[in-house]
């Protein structure tokens, strides 16, 4: 039974796989390519690193919200002026934004990972694995998926 990682619902159609780190970004940085170390001796293509996901989660949802934050970030060097602001405790609506956008891509690639860890396949480390399964159905991890 495979759940969602942008909503966290069951998906009873035909799963799709979103990109933890989308390939716009992916190409923007050149990273697609790439790899990952996990575990002792392991690796993995950042470009391969999937999840499962409702389509409408995936297309609506995942790539708008990608677009949006690779536009944030591709034109963070035209606003050091907000990039600035984004800590201080008194800041405009457009640095609040920004700040809620980067934390929300942050959750996104948290959330990610630990969904990724879960499926996967002869890992190393069962106990593990299931103490992270175990921590989804927490009130944080809720409360990033409804973010």
């Known amino acids: 039974m495979a759940h969602c990682f942008l909503c966290g619902d069951e ?13 716009s970004f992916l190409d923007k940085h050149a ?10 001796n392991s690796e993995i293509e950042y470009s391969r ?14 790539s708008r919200f990608e677009q949006y934050t690779l536009s944030i970030l591709e034109n963070m060097h035209h606003n ?3 990039m600035r602001e ?28 630990t969904f990724w860890e879960i ?3 002869n890992h190393p480390d069962k106990e593990y694995q299931i103490l992270l399964e175990e921590a989804l159905s927490t009130p944080l991890i809720e409360y990033l998926q409804r973010c």
């Open 11 to 23: 998906i009873k159609e035909k799963i799709t796989k979103e990109h933890i780190f989308g390939d």
């Open 31 to 40: 990273l697609k390519r790439q790899k990952m170390k996990y575990g002792s």
């Open 49 to 62: 690193l999937k999840v499962p996901a409702h389509k409408k989660c995936n297309s609506e949802n995942g």
């Open 80 to 82: 050091l002026d907000v």
């Open 86 to 113: 984004l800590h201080a405790p008194d800041h405009s609506k457009v640095a609040a934004c920004v700040k809620e956008a980067l934390c929300q891509w942050l959750a996104k690639i948290y959330l990610g990972l």
């Open 119 to 121: 499926g996967r396949d």
